[in-house]
């Protein structure tokens, strides 16, 4: 059984950074793939970014291409989400997840294990 907790998320204006730490216990996280996924109010979970278990692939969502990177500490057991230039629209509970498999695509239904999440909130 793995768990993973999110930490990180918080209140910050448009324009400001943030980053995110998803920390596993439980079972070492080295050979699963990782997706990080946010849900606003009345809206869907979504896709945001996801790395494989060795770091080396990453994938990102179009609407934070460019501007958030996926990054991973295996010895550490966590992975990081860092978010620059938020937008209101970034607004959501972040969620890490944990796959079963080395390399994992962009669906919630890839995915076993997820956190409880975190709170970003990004005003205008």
């Known amino acids: 059984q793995v768990q993973l907790v999110e930490s990180g998320g918080g209140l910050v204006q448009a324009g400001a950074s943030l980053r995110l730490s998803c920390a596993a216990s439980?079972?070492?996280?080295?050979?699963?793939?990782i997706g990080w996924f946010r849900q606003a109010p009345g809206s869907e979970r979504e896709f945001v970014s996801t790395?494989?278990?060795?770091?080396?692939?990453?994938a990102y969502a179009d609407s934070v291409k460019g501007r958030f990177t996926i990054s991973r500490d295996n010895a550490k057991n966590t992975i990081y989400l860092q978010m620059n230039s938020l937008k209101p629209e970034d607004t959501a509970v972040y969620f890490c997840?944990?796959?079963?498999?080395?390399?994992?695509?962009?669906?919630?239904?890839?995915?076993?294990?997820w956190g409880q999440g975190t709170q970003v909130t990004v005003s205008s």
């Open positions: 790395i494989s278990g060795s770091g080396i692939n990453t």
């Open positions: 439980g079972h070492t996280l080295s050979r699963k793939a």
């Open positions: 997840a944990a796959a079963l498999s080395i390399i994992a695509g962009r669906g919630t239904n890839d995915y076993l294990y």
